[in-house]
Structure formats: C-alpha cells, structure tokens
C-alpha cells in the first residue's frame, strides 16, 4: 500500500518569508514518481513537479525549490520569499510505476501568505 | 488549448435524483481519471481509464460507475444521488502516468440535498 502524509493543515507566513511544505511518503515500490500539485482559490489543479525515485537531485524553479531525500522518504517543497499569490491548498502526490498505475494524494497544506 | 473541460460546474440534486458528469479531453490522452475532493481527504480516486473502452474501480468506486466510450470523454455517472456523495469533482487525464504530471479539469462541484 501507499501513502502520502502531509502534517501541516494550514500554514500562515507573512510576506516575503521564507516557508517549507513537509511531505513524507510510504511505498514498497523501487520506482516511483512524486509530485507537488497547486490548488490556488479558484479551485484548479495546477502540476508543479514531477521526481522519479532515481533522481534525488534537488531541483529549484524560481523561488521553489524542492528536496528529495530516499533515506527518510521526504519530498519537501520550500518557497523563498513568499507573495500573497502563492496561497493556496499545495498537495503532494505518489504513483507507483507498477501495474495499478494510480496517484495517491495527500490531504493538502493550505498556505497562507499575509502582506 | 482546451486541454480538460468538465461539464456541469456546479450543479445542486435531490437525494435519489441521477446525473452525468461529463470530462471531455483533447490532449490525445490514454489515461483518464475521476477524483473526489473533500475537506482534510485530499483527493480520492473514484474510477480511471487506461484506454477507450476500459474502466477500473478506484478507492471510493460505491456508487458511480463510468464509461468511456471515446478516447477523448470520460463519463461519471450517480445513478441515484445521496448526500454523502457532496462533493467536488475533478477529472484528470495523462498521456502516460509516469511521464508526467496529471492535466486537471475545473472541477464540478456537486451538492446532493
């Protein structure tokens, strides 16, 4: 079975601050794939990133940046310098790359940036 | 660029009434899904696809079933609605699950009374 456990309900920063969202996941699966989805408050679904279990380099886009490490089973997700448009409902994800090819979500962080 | 489109976006039934979701994709996609999200369970999955004419139970199948007919449309169907069925419905597809992230619709929000 496989399971994805995001702590944090809800996280309140104040602008500019720097914030880090925890994701830890459970699979017996060698190959896998993770995922950081954000869901802004008109409600979309938007795809942040994409790791393969392969790959634990860490990866920055902007001012995200996201950690992989397999030795805790942790994909975190940092925003450097938050802004109030990036509050929003962000989910990690996982799928297995074997037969029943499904994601399992996590049951999401709301972060909100205060100006 | 139409990519996922869902129809209706909101919709209010009656306990015992039944309606279909329509999810719709021009991505040529072979993988399509049906998700329910509701407060502090993230999303669940209902039913998927991996191709035009199969379909597959997910984790909270009870009371839905689904069809897909045609490569691009992925139909969820409430044969008859109940109000533990209130919900936000999300349908997804994705060319391949592992190359890639899923491409969401908007999202239907239902509510049963």
């Known amino acids: 079975a496989q399971k994805v456990t995001q702590a944090q309900t809800e996280i309140s920063v104040v602008e500019k601050e720097d914030v880090t969202l925890d994701c830890v996941y459970e699979?017996?699966?060698?190959?896998?794939?993770l995922f950081w989805y954000k869901q802004p408050p008109s409600g979309e679904l938007v795809f942040l990133i994409r790791?393969?279990?392969?790959?634990?380099q860490n990866e920055i886009s902007g001012r995200y940046s996201w950690n992989f490490q397999k030795s805790t089973s942790s994909f975190n997700f940092t925003i450097t310098a938050s802004q109030v448009v990036d509050s929003a409902v962000y989910f990690c994800?996982?799928?297995?790359?074997?037969?029943?090819?499904?994601?399992?979500f996590g049951t999401g962080t709301k972060l909100q940036v205060i100006p | 660029n139409a990519g996922v489109t869902q129809t209706p976006k909101f919709r209010v039934l009656k306990t015992g009434q039944s309606m279909t979701l329509l999810c719709a994709q021009d991505m040529n996609h072979e993988y399509m899904y049906w998700y329910r999200q509701d407060p502090g369970m993230g999303l669940r999955l209902i039913h998927y696809?991996?191709?035009?004419?199969?379909?597959a139970k997910g984790e909270v199948p009870d009371g839905y079933n689904v069809s897909r007919l045609k490569k691009q449309n992925f139909l969820l169907g409430l044969e008859s609605a109940a109000p533990s069925q209130t919900s936000v419905y999300f349908c997804?597809?994705?060319?391949?699950?592992?190359?890639?992230?899923?491409?969401f619709g908007s999202g239907t929000r239902l509510t049963v009374v």
């Open positions: 699979t017996r699966d060698t190959t896998y794939y």
């Open positions: 790791r393969n279990s392969f790959d634990e």
């Open positions: 994800a996982l799928l297995n790359s074997g037969g029943y090819q499904k994601v399992t």
């Open positions: 696809s991996v191709g035009e004419g199969t379909t």
């Open positions: 997804a597809s994705s060319y391949n699950t592992g190359s890639g992230g899923y491409t």
